[in-house]
C-alpha cells in the first residue's frame, strides 16, 4: 500500500504495510511469513489484571459469557475464564480496558455488564527441580512421569521430552503436551506458572484400553506431584513508569513512591521539572495515578508500561482453584468422576416421561 492505492508484489518484507487476502482464521498477534522466520513468541505481555464481569440481567449469563469467549478468540489482548464459582472473569491490563469491554458488549451483543472490582494477577516459578511418576494403575489406564526445573526469567515453558517419539501414538503425545500446558495455568498457589522447563520422562500405556483422554486426566496430578516437590515461588508483576514532577514537588512525589514499595532507577532535573523513572508494582499503579495531582499540584505526567515482576515478601496470595485441585489426589479424583456422571447424564439425555 503505497499513497493509499495498492501494488501487487510476489513477496513483503519487515516494516511493508500491505493487504493480504484469503487468511480467514487469522487474527491479532499471529506471526506471518516463511516457517524457517517465525519464532512463536507472542508480542503482547501476560495481563497483570483480573476482574469478575456479570450481567445486569440475571437471564442474560450465558450470553454474556459467550459474547467473552467470541471476544477473547477475536482478540490475544482480551482473555477470560470462568471461576470457581461459575462467574466469567476476565483479564485486564489496565482500568480503561473495562470501559472498552463494556462498549464492545453493549454494541455488538446487546449486553449490559458490570464490573467487579479489580484484582491483581500474580505469577508462580518453580524454585527447584521437582519429578514425579504414576505407573499403570490406581485408576488410571496410563503410566506417565514428568519432571519441573527452573528456567531463566522471561522464558516461559518450554516442554520436551526424555522419550522417543515413538513410544506412545502421537494424539497421546499431544495430549500430555496440551494438558501441561493448560494445567500450569494454575500451580502450587492457584496462579499461572511461567519460566519452567517440563520434560516428558517416562510413559506407558496398555492397548487397545488406554485413550488420549487417559492422560489428560492423568497428567495435571502428576505434574501437580512434581511441582510440589520442587516448591513455587509467588511474584507479583510491575510496571516500568516514567513520570515528571514540577521542581518543588519531587519531595512529596519520591517520598510517596518509596512508600507504595516502588524503585525509583533515575532522576532528571530540568529547568522546571524532574524527570523520574522506576519500577512500581501494577497493583498500585492506579492508586499512584490518582494521587499524583494532589502530590504535583496538578502538573505532574504519568505513563507506565507491564515491566517484569517480582517476589512476593511474607506470606504468598493464592487464587481459588477451577481445576478440581490435583494437589490433593483424593478431591481431584472425585472432581473426575462427578464429570463422568454429569457427561454420562448429558449423554443420555432427559428420562422420557411415563405414559
Known sequence: MV???????????????????????????????????????TYFARPSLETVVRARRAGDAAALHSALVSLADQDPLIHTRVGPDGQSSVLLYGEVQ???????????????????PTQIVHLEKPVAVGTAYEPIGHGFAAALGLRVAP???????????????????????????????????????????????????????????????????????????????????VYEPCNRFDLDVPLQRFGPVTAQLAQLGARIDATTGGATSWHITGEIPA???????????????????????????RPVAGTPPS??????????????????????????GRSAGPTPARP
Not at 504519568?302 to 515491566?307: A, D, F, G, I, L
Open 151 to 233: 528456567a531463566e526469567p522471561g522464558s516461559g515453558i518450554r516442554y520436551q521430552r526424555e522419550v522417543e517419539l515413538g513410544s506412545l501414538p502421537l494424539a497421546f503425545h499431544q495430549a500430555i503436551e496440551e494438558t501441561v500446558r493448560h494445567a500450569l495455568e494454575q500451580g502450587v498457589h492457584g496462579w499461572p506458572v511461567t519460566d519452567a522447563v517440563v520434560t516428558l520422562t517416562d510413559c506407558g500405556y496398555l492397548s487397545p484400553v488406554t485413550t488420549a483422554g487417559e492422560f489428560r486426566d492423568l497428567t495435571p496430578l502428576v505434574l501437580a506431584q512434581a511441582l510440589a516437590v520442587a516448591g513455587t515461588r
Open 283 to 309: 497493583r498500585l499503579v492506579h492508586s499512584f495515578q490518582q494521587q499524583l495531582p494532589g502530590l504535583s499540584s496538578g502538573e505532574g505526567t504519568w505513563s507506565s508500561r507491564p515491566w517484569g515482576d
Open 98 to 116: 473495562k470501559e472498552v469491554i463494556a462498549a464492545t458488549l453493549a454494541d455488538l451483543y446487546g449486553l449490559d455488564a458490570v464490573f467487579m
Open 319 to 344: 487464587r481459588r482453584r477451577t481445576d478440581g485441585n490435583p494437589y490433593d489426589r483424593a478431591e481431584y479424583v472425585r472432581f473426575l468422576a462427578q464429570r463422568t456422571l454429569a457427561a454420562v
Open 3 to 41: 499513497g493509499g492505492s495498492g501494488e501487487a508484489v510476489p513477496r513483503l518484507a519487515a516494516g511493508h504495510i500491505a493487504q493480504v487476502r484469503g487468511l480467514a482464521e487469522i487474527r491479532i498477534g499471529d506471526q506471518v511469513g516463511s516457517p524457517d522466520g517465525l519464532t512463536g513468541q
